[in-house]
Structures are given as structure tokens and as C-alpha cells.
């Protein structure tokens, strides 16, 4: 009978053992840098394309084992992050909108999508 409930005990937890390991946390680490600590073509590349631009602040990114370079900024009213590899080789571009400012037709399809895929 002890071991029927020591075997289920075993037989249970090695079950249940993967969806801890499934659930593992993403660990990002973001930290301000100079100007100087930035790769140059990343900043070459930000002078000749955003030459409106006056205040940039630069982060260095830890992802896992990914690292990278990001230049965060505001332009024509909107919140940019760039980001750059260790190179200085342009890998993501992200604008920040509000919702409410897109057009009516990509919000209505936004709204589709949601409705559909979540409750």
C-alpha cells in the first residue's frame, strides 16, 4: 500500500515536472550608456536618417545570451526604439502609437483579430 502511494508520488511529479520547466521566466536586463559606449555604425546610421532628433538616450540590452544595442527617442510626436547588434547592424524598429490615432480600418481589424482569438 506505502508503495503504491510512493510509486503514484513519483509517477506524478515526473509528470508535472516539464510544465515548471515550460514556465521559465524571460530575463531582460536593460542599462543606460554613454554615447561613446554605442557602436558607431548604429549611430551613423541614426545621424543620417534622424537628423531632427535631440534627445536620444542608449541602452545596452541583455536577452539570455542575446545582446544588444537600443537607441530610444521621440519623433513627430511618437515614441521610437531602435535596436542595434553589438555590430551595429539595425535588427528592430518599434514605434509606440495610440490606439485611438490609427486609422479607423487597422483599428477594426485589430478589434476582428482580438475578438476572434481571445475572450
Do not use: C
Amino acid at each position: 500500500m506505502k508503495r503504491s502511494i510512493i510509486y503514484r508520488t513519483i509517477i506524478l511529479s515526473l509528470l508535472l515536472l516539464p510544465l515548471s520547466l515550460w514556465s521559465q521566466d524571460k530575463i531582460e536586463r536593460e542599462k543606460r550608456v554613454s554615447q561613446d559606449d554605442f557602436p558607431l555604425p548604429a549611430i551613423e546610421q541614426l545621424a543620417a536618417n534622424l537628423p531632427a532628433v535631440k534627445k536620444q538616450k542608449y541602452y545596452f540590452e541583455i536577452d539570455g545570451e542575446h545582446q544588444s544595442f537600443e537607441a530610444k527617442f521621440r519623433f513627430n510626436k511618437h515614441k521610437y526604439s531602435v535596436e542595434f547588434d553589438v555590430d551595429g547592424k539595425l535588427e528592430d524598429i518599434e514605434v509606440d502609437y495610440k490606439f485611438r490615432k490609427l486609422a479607423e480600418i487597422p483599428q477594426q481589424k485589430i478589434r476582428a483579430y482580438l475578438n476572434t482569438e481571445y475572450d
